[in-house]
């Protein structure tokens, strides 16, 4: 099969795997679903099969391991540079999250000024993109703080949109460890999303809390979500 072909056939499951969600909000690190009741749920973030991922890797040609100059920036702050994270709920307690719902899945981008940028697992007409700043707290150890904007969207019987309404601001804070080598980082965090008028919408009327982990993509790494 041609690179045509590969591209082709991976965007082809692509479009298959996405369906329409009636009275939905998303935004970065969430995807809340209202019910006839009124209460807002949580639906897990999109992943792709390893199958199309596979194709989409091999739609790219052939990797090779590249030679590349050391950056003086990630020497200055090792956290610098772009990773595959995962967000998992842990310790809500009875009326939250169950252990292990996962929350995110996406790609972080850590940069050296102290900024941080997050392309969300979530629909990209929802504002899948959001940012945050951090500051280093230890040898190894980061502190991030994290803004959202969180919409909801009304889709007709077409999976047209209708209505755009913003539902109100989220804040994720997560503390995380970098590994030694660098190449990965584990921590927890917390995830609050409100109204418009600050009031805690989520399910339980509490924060998520859970654990975040990120692996470091390189220029060599291939597609892996």
Not at 94 to 113: K, M, R
Not at 170 to 179: F, G, P, R, W
Not at 181 to 195: K, N, P
Request: proline residues 6%; negative net charge.
């Amino acid at each position: 099969m041609n690179t045509r072909l590969y591209v082709s056939a991976a965007m082809a499951l692509v479009g298959l795997s996405t369906v329409a969600v009636t009275h939905k909000a998303d935004a970065c690190g969430l995807a809340l679903a209202k019910a006839a009741n009124g209460q807002w749920t949580i639906a897990p973030p999109a992943k792709m099969s390893a199958s199309v991922a596979r194709m989409m890797f091999l739609a790219a040609g052939p990797h090779s391991t590249t030679k590349t100059i050391p950056n003086p920036l990630q020497s200055m702050e090792p956290i610098a540079g772009l990773y595959e994270i995962t967000m998992s709920a842990e310790g809500n307690g009875p009326t939250g999250l169950p252990d292990g719902t996962p929350v995110e899945h996406a790609y972080v981008a850590w940069h050296a000024d102290g900024g941080e940028i997050m392309n969300s697992g979530r629909p990209a007409a929802a504002a899948d993109f959001c940012m945050g700043t951090w500051a280093r707290t230890g040898a190894r150890t980061y502190t991030l703080n994290h803004f959202a904007l969180t919409w909801t969207q009304s889709l007709d019987a077409n999976g047209v949109d209708i209505d755009n309404t913003l539902v109100g601001p989220a804040s994720i804070q997560e503390t995380v460890t970098l590994s030694k080598d660098g190449s990965s980082y584990t921590g927890t965090f917390v995830l609050i999303q409100y109204d418009t008028h600050y009031n805690i919408i989520l399910p339980g009327g509490i924060p998520i809390k859970g654990t975040v982990a990120g692996t470091r993509m390189t220029i060599d790494s291939p597609v892996t979500y």
